[in-house]
């Protein structure tokens, strides 16, 4: 059972950044597609950025120039940095994990608040 552990999220100014992690339980990370997702009160989940397992990326046209995802293979963890951060950035933040032929793998969710 793969098991996703996102950490990072909290308060920040706008303008301000933050990094989100997503760790990942065994050496699997880097065999498989991953992204993050977010969701904000009364919206739907919409894909923020998504990272392949041959490295390609794709981006939401809010965050692009803005958020980069990335990966660490030795450590099983991927990242969101996220700068210049405006308030409707404010959402859930769920990482997930699409190994082919298999189910989506999710993490808990961390919040992210833009505020002043």
């Known amino acids: 059972q793969v098991q996703l552990v996102e950490s990072g999220g909290g308060l920040v100014q706008p303008g301000g950044s933050l990094r989100l992690s997503c760790a990942a339980s065994?050496?699997?990370?880097?065999?498989?597609?991953m992204g993050w997702y977010r969701q904000a009160p009364g919206k739907q989940r919409e894909l923020v950025a998504q990272?392949?397992?041959?490295?390609?990326?794709n981006y939401a046209d809010s965050v692009k120039g803005r958020f980069t995802i990335s990966r660490d293979n030795a450590k099983n963890t991927g990242y969101l940095q996220m700068n210049s951060l405006k308030p409707e950035d404010t959402a859930v933040y769920y990482c997930y994990l699409d190994p082919p032929g298999s189910q989506i793998y999710w993490g808990q969710g961390t919040q992210v608040t833009v505020s002043s």
């Open positions: 990272l392949s397992s041959s490295d390609t990326t």
């Open positions: 065994g050496s699997i990370l880097r065999f498989y597609s």
